[in-house]
């Protein structure tokens, strides 16, 4: 199995992008790469689940929600280098717009803290590189309704 921290081979990942009227959720990272910062919840895919059982389980494990994926809104490459340039950690980032289904929003495993912020006050946060703009898409998206991206299905 590979570790999380120099990695034999990408990791895939998933992220949620949560609307509570004209506020999207957030959660400040408890662990390394980017510890402190800002971003959306998510976390790693898990051998034999597919994206839309990862996106339920991680943002009920960092929020309390249950939520439903929506529709895919971006793909990222995350390659984070040491000081010597080693590969430290190397992710594939799936975001996910979601709707709440039900539960109590509250910090769990891996994050320090979550809450609905307002989209003008993103800029004052210390947030992970991408969030900001995977949240635009997503609110696009959310505005603009087109046939899904990601179907399960296929």
Same mark, same amino acid.
């Given at each position: /199995?590979?570790?999380?921290?120099?990695? +034999?081979?990408? /990791?895939?990942?998933?992220?949620? @992008?949560?609307? &509570? #009227? &004209?506020?999207?959720?957030?959660?400040? *990272?408890?662990? %390394?790469?980017?510890?402190?910062?800002?971003?959306?919840p #998510?976390?790693?895919?898990?051998?034999?689940?597919?994206?839309?059982?990862?996106?339920?389980?991680e943002?009920? &494990?960092?929020?309390?929600?249950?939520? *439903?994926?929506? +529709?895919?809104?971006?793909?990222?490459?995350?390659?984070?280098?040491?000081? %010597?340039?080693?590969?430290?950690?190397?992710?594939?980032?799936?975001?996910? =717009?979601?709707?709440?289904?039900? !539960?109590?929003?509250?910090? !769990?495993? +891996?994050? @320090?803290?979550? @809450?609905?912020?307002?989209?003008?006050? =993103?800029?004052s946060?210390?947030?992970?590189? !991408?969030?900001?703009?995977?949240?635009?898409?997503?609110?696009?998206?959310?505005?603009?309704?087109?046939?899904?991206?990601? +179907?399960? @299905?296929?």
């Amino acid at each position: /199995m590979s570790s999380r921290k120099y990695p +034999d081979r990408p /990791m895939v990942g998933v992220g949620a @992008t949560i609307f &509570e #009227g &004209e506020r999207v959720l957030l959660v400040q *990272r408890g662990r %390394e790469p980017s510890l402190g910062k800002w971003s959306l919840p #998510g976390g790693l895919v898990k051998l034999g689940e597919s994206l839309e059982e990862a996106v339920r389980r991680e943002v009920k &494990e960092e929020t309390g929600l249950h939520v *439903r994926p929506v +529709d895919l809104v971006a793909c990222l490459d995350r390659v984070l280098r040491d000081e %010597e340039q080693r590969i430290a950690y190397h992710y594939v980032l799936l975001d996910f =717009l979601c709707e709440v289904v039900s !539960g109590s929003l509250r910090a !769990g495993s +891996d994050v @320090t803290a979550c @809450t609905f912020v307002s989209l003008d006050g =993103l800029s004052s946060l210390d947030l992970t590189r !991408g969030t900001k703009e995977v949240i635009l898409r997503a609110l696009d998206r959310r505005k603009n309704r087109r046939p899904p991206l990601y +179907d399960p @299905t296929l």
